[in-house]
């Protein structure tokens, strides 16, 4: 594994926050706020101005999640459910302020300049907790001109804000339908203009950034011993979420700037993730009880884009170590790491990239991408990826020419779903394909490419020991011919290969190669291909 994860909780300490009135709009609570059954799935707390968006930042008892500490009964909230009712103009937040003070094993003051991210993940001391684990739906409004930069560094013993982003941590919870517009962010180590750090079980769909996000303060603290050790590793900088572990992303799409630290160059970036991997995570329990079985989360990105611009810059010596750390820049994903899925993903670039590969920077252990493009014209950049771990799965990524990413028959050959989930159109988007959907206040884009064959198919259960159902839809008669891989992309066995009438069926595979052996646990594909289409999806086999 690249550069590995450092552990951070939230403070449960006192935390006072100082908020300068000047020109700021105050906090206030849904409109819904009072309702009976507020915050319910059916009554969701109504998001609908700046005054809103402050109140929803500043009150983590509505983020959900646990809070404990030792010596102290753990803490559970409630996961609330958030619905954006109105386009909310954030451009009053270049004006903020708000000064945090924390006490416990030292007193620390520091100040936040613009907005406050939500799930703000802190830690003091051993005092642990979650980041936002509740559910936002943005419901295809616009949050416009947003404007946050990170606060200084302060001790190793505060590390506050060390995730950054709309939402600072995200867990467990769902983000869908958001649209952030023209965002100005500065920042350090995990930083994303959507979600700073999405952890296990995080869901992002159909959400999409558009502005510029920066590596900020490094040079001011280049001298001091204890802030080189806390930051010069485990940097990840996305255009839409800094780092993704155990969690799915899909159906989104980043149009950002993103300027590496000039001085260092101590970062992995992603035009879309600076860092995906997959993740055990133990269920929340106190630290002080005997954990409980663990969980484990594939990281998967697929149907996304990017469509910005990187600057990036080659890492700078460790002035301490005296050795240069391997950091990566890429199109679509700075730092592929274990257990990642990447499929039908697309880069746009809007200009040349400085130092950054077309996809993926390093491509690691048992990980897998494939169909996905990027454009070697406008990023000037004809190498895929810069290392790649020798059970890494590749298939079917390639660079092309700026006529052949405008085609739609690129994609539909690649088996891109241009029914419900992509478009192109000549006159949108400099003519790189773009996310069709649509909240329901939007509406649904026009038909133009559509696909007129539709084949879906999906497995039971999943995770699954020691079988699992494969079905399959089929909207025409058709040969079909159902073949299972593993991670390292060879063939486990063929396990149908007939004719089959239109309309649902499916078929058994017992876990079992073409010897009849039974296989191990891991991550395999199965392959459906018909007379029409190829769909290749994944799934788990836990023993």
């Known amino acids: 594994m690249k550069n590995s994860t450092m552990k951070i909780g939230i403070v449960s300490v006192l935390l006072i926050l100082t908020v300068s009135l000047f020109c700021q709009t105050i906090a206030e609570p849904p409109i819904n706020f009072y309702d009976e059954n507020a915050g319910s799935e059916d009554n969701p707390f109504q998001i609908g101005s700046l005054a809103n968006l402050r109140w929803l930042s500043e009150t983590p008892e509505v983020w959900g999640g646990s809070f404990y500490a030792p010596n102290e009964p753990l803490i559970e909230h409630t996961p609330y459910f958030f619905i954006q009712t109105a386009d909310i103009d954030a451009s009053e937040t270049s004006e903020w302020t708000t000064d945090i003070t924390i006490i416990g094993f030292e007193t620390i003051t520091y100040t ?155 970062s992995n970036i992603g035009g879309l993730v600076g860092d995906a991997r997959g993740a055990v995570k133990y269920p929340p329990h106190h630290p002080d009880d005997p954990p409980p079985p663990p969980l484990f989360y594939i990281t998967e990105v697929r149907n996304c884009a990017f469509y910005g611009n990187i600057s990036g810059n080659l890492p700078a010596i460790h002035p301490i170590l005296n050795e240069i750390f391997p950091y990566y820049k890429a199109g679509l994903i700075g730092v592929v790491n274990e257990f990642t899925i990447i499929e039908n993903c697309i880069v746009g670039p809007e200009g040349v990239f400085q130092n950054a590969t077309g996809l993926g920077g390093f491509i690691g252990t048992e990980s897998m991408m494939s169909n996905s493009f ?86 039971y259960p999943n995770p699954f020991n020691p079988e699992t159902s494969i079905s399959f839809n089929l909207p025409t008669d058709s040969n079909v011919k159902i073949e299972i891989y593993n991670i390292k992309g060879q063939k486990v066995k063929s396990i149908v290969n007939e004719k089959f009438l239109a309309g649902s069926h499916s078929i058994i595979w017992n876990g079992t190669d073409h010897d009849n052996q039974i296989v191990g646990s891991g991550i395999y594909f199965y392959k459906i291909q018909t007379d029409n289409q190829l769909i290749t999806n994944k799934m788990l086999l836990i023993k």
């Open 112 to 266: 936040y300049q613009g907005f406050l991210p939500i799930g703000r993940f802190m830690r003091m001391g051993n005092a642990t907790g979650n980041g936002f684990c509740s559910n936002y739906d943005g419901n295809g409004f616009d949050i416009t001109n947003l404007y946050m930069i990170n606060t200084p560094y302060i001790t190793p013993l505060s590390q506050s804000a060390q995730y950054y982003g709309f939402f600072a941590i995200t867990r467990e919870g769902t983000i869908k339908n958001v649209n952030l517009k023209n965002v100005s962010f500065g920042a350090k180590q995990y930083a994303g203009i959507l979600v700073g750090y999405a952890q296990a079980g995080s869901y992002i769909t159909n959400c999409h950034a558009t502005g510029s996000i920066s590596i900020i303060g490094y040079n001011d603290n280049f001298n001091d011993i204890f802030w080189i050790f806390e930051n010069s590793f485990d940097t990840d900088l996305g255009g839409l979420v800094g780092r993704a572990e155990g969690c799915i992303i899909e159906n989104s799409s980043a149009g950002v700037t993103i300027i590496d630290d000039p001085y260092l160059g101590w």
């Open 374 to 459: 990027w454009d070697i014209e406008s990023s000037g950049v004809a190498d895929m990826y810069s290392e790649i771990d020798e059970t890494a799965v590749i298939i079917n990524n390639h660079g092309l020419s700026s006529i052949e990413m405008k085609l739609a028959q690129t994609y539909i050959d690649a088996g891109f779903d241009f029914e419900t989930i992509w478009d192109i159109n000549p006159e949108v988007n400099n003519g790189y394909p773009f996310i069709n959907l649509r909240s329901p206040n939007v509406g649904i884009s026009d038909d133009t490419n559509k696909l007129d064959y539709k084949l879906s198919a999906s497995n």
